[in-house]
C-alpha cells in the first residue's frame, strides 16, 4: 500500500488542497478543498480515485470555503478541524466578505478531530496532531508509513503561519512546530497550506522562525 498525491492549488490565495489516495483501494480524501470545486473534481475524476471523506485542517476560508459545496456533491463526511476553530467555521459568511470570496457556506464538520485521532480512506491511516498558533483549532495529518505529513498553515518552506488573526498565538505556534512536527522526524516530506514541499530536516536547518538555531 501507497499514499499517493496530488497538489491542487484554489483560490487566489494559491492554497495547496492536496487529494490524496490509497494505490490499492484507489480510495481517497480531499484535504482543504477552499475553493475552485470544478478543478478539485476534475483531479478526482482524472485519477480516478472515489472520495471516501474531505479533510481539513483549520477553519480559514481559502481552505475551508468550499467544504459544504464539496460535501454536497460528493455526499462525503467531513472530519476537522479542531473544534476551537468553529468560530472561524460559524464565521464563514462574513470570511467572505472581508477577503473578497464568493458567497460561501458555513458546515458543521461529521467529526471534530483532537490530538490522538486518526483518520482513515482505503487501507492509509494517518494521525491527527493538534497543533495551534496560527489558529486554536489548527491539525496536522501525518502518515507514518509515507513519511507525510499535511500540515495545512502551520509550517512553510523558510517561513511559519501567520499569528495575527484573531485566536493566533505565536509561541503557541512554534511550541506546536518543535514539540509536534519535529519529533516525527528530519525525513519527513510535508505539504504545506502555501508554496513549496519541504522535510522537516529542511527547516530544522534553514527556517529562521523555528530552527535549531533560532
Excluded at 23 to 32: G, K, L
Excluded at 41 to 52: D, M
Excluded at 107 to 121: A, C, H, I, N, Y
Excluded at 165 to 171: A, S, T, Y
Aim: charged share 20%; with cysteine; net charge negative.
Amino acid at each position: 500500500m501507497a499514499l499517493n498525491y496530488q497538489i491542487v492549488p484554489v483560490t487566489p490565495f494559491e492554497q495547496n488542497c492536496s487529494l490524496l489516495w490509497c494505490d490499492e483501494t484507489m480510495r481517497a480524501a480531499v484535504v482543504d478543498p477552499g475553493g475552485d470545486i470544478r478543478r478539485i473534481l476534475a483531479a478526482v475524476e482524472k485519477r480516478g480515485v472515489q472520495v471516501e471523506r474531505i479533510l481539513v485542517t483549520h477553519g480559514h476560508i481559502d481552505h475551508a470555503g468550499g467544504v459544504a459545496e464539496l460535501a454536497e456533491r460528493l455526499a462525503v463526511p467531513v472530519e476537522g478541524p479542531h473544534e476551537d476553530d468553529r468560530f472561524w467555521i460559524d464565521g464563514m459568511p462574513q470570511q467572505a466578505l472581508t477577503f473578497g470570496f464568493p458567497d460561501v457556506r458555513s458546515f458543521t464538520p461529521d467529526r471534530w478531530l483532537k490530538q490522538g485521532d486518526t483518520v482513515r480512506f482505503g487501507q492509509v491511516e494517518m494521525q491527527v496532531l493538534h497543533c495551534p498558533g496560527h489558529t486554536p483549532g489548527h491539525v496536522v495529518f501525518f502518515s507514518d508509513a509515507a513519511r507525510l505529513a499535511v500540515v495545512g498553515d502551520v509550517l512553510f518552506r523558510g517561513s511559519v503561519g501567520r499569528t495575527d488573526f484573531p485566536k493566533g498565538n505565536f509561541d503557541a505556534l512554534i511550541a506546536s512546530i518543535r514539540q509536534k512536527l519535529w519529533p516525527l522526524g528530519d525525513d519527513v516530506a510535508f505539504i504545506s497550506g502555501h508554496g513549496p514541499m519541504s522535510t522537516f530536516g529542511e527547516e530544522r536547518l534553514n527556517n529562521p522562525f523555528c530552527s535549531d538555531w533560532s
